[in-house]
């Protein structure tokens, strides 16, 4: 009798034991490169779950929304750093590095900018002012910045926006006028869809080539990697193994894997749909760790918990559950099969 209480005992306290080691381990002990979110400050002071669990899952911070134009450039001659700063404080607080997000892109411009007159001079120096004055705000503080997102159509060809349209060559400008203002940020081309647009990913490439041989500075590739379980593992795996072979850092930098991408009003989740999705994260997580080290800036997710993300936000798509995270912040399955397989390696 006395054994079996102690072996009742024994196992309960393995069992126990067992649980909160799970509690205290993270998928991001186990990584050798940064495991990121794209966050929003107002959630990060207004939902202590959605703030502690940033500060302990991930490493990497990107704003979503408030380093871009529109929000960090309201007015001509105003700038708005606070919350862009209040993100940069909360990282410091956790020791998380922060990646900018973004210098230029032809969505989310501030509305003086798109009604801005002048000639091709005048539009230069406005860009020009844009990401120097916010670079330099965040020198030393910022990683990384997605300097151009989002310049090419699926065709190949240049995006038809404001900056293409005032200033030739925008993208190579932007480049070097980034590198001027802060000469230790790396420098990122950030772009979706690659997977089966063979003809983005060409001019992507193209593009890195040619600013090798024009000796424009970009150090890296953002691959946005907004997937889903419909998406082909073939066709991520080969714009992977392309963007990889340029030798520039590559930062699988918006990922989120969609579950019912033609937004189903009758869509349930089930075990099926979270197995296939669970083999996308770790297709995903698998050919990032398989690149080399040095070009491993790591992977973010866009958003933290599935009721923030952007497909139901921005979309307007409620059953969608494209992340590691639940709606109550907890770990979905996925997580521990993630975890697991770095704990193997
Ligand atoms: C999205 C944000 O998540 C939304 O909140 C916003 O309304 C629109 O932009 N590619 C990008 C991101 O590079 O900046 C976008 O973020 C998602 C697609």
Redesign the pocket.
Known sequence: MKKLITLIFLGLHTFIQAQSNAQNEYIKQFLRFPLGA?V?PKYLSEKPLYRSLVASEFSSITA??HM?MVNIHPEKDRFDFSKGDEIIGFAQSTKSRVHG??LV?H??TATWMKEFQGDQQAWENMLKNHIQTVVKHYQGQIAGW?VV??AFLDDGTLRPSIWSEHIPDYIAKSFVWAHEADPRALLFY?D?GQDGKPKKMEAILNMVQEFKKRQIPIHGLGL?M?ISIQSKNEEIKEVIQQSAATGLSIHF??VDVAVNPKNNPDFVLDDQVNLKQIEKFKLLFSSFAQLPASQQYGITF??VGDQDS?LR??FKRPKEYPLLFNEAYQRKAAYQEVMDFFKKK
């Open positions: 794209a929003n979503e929304n871009k997000h973004t892109w969505n989310q997605d997102n989002e950030n979706y946005q907004h930098s918006e866009w958003n952007w936000g921005f």
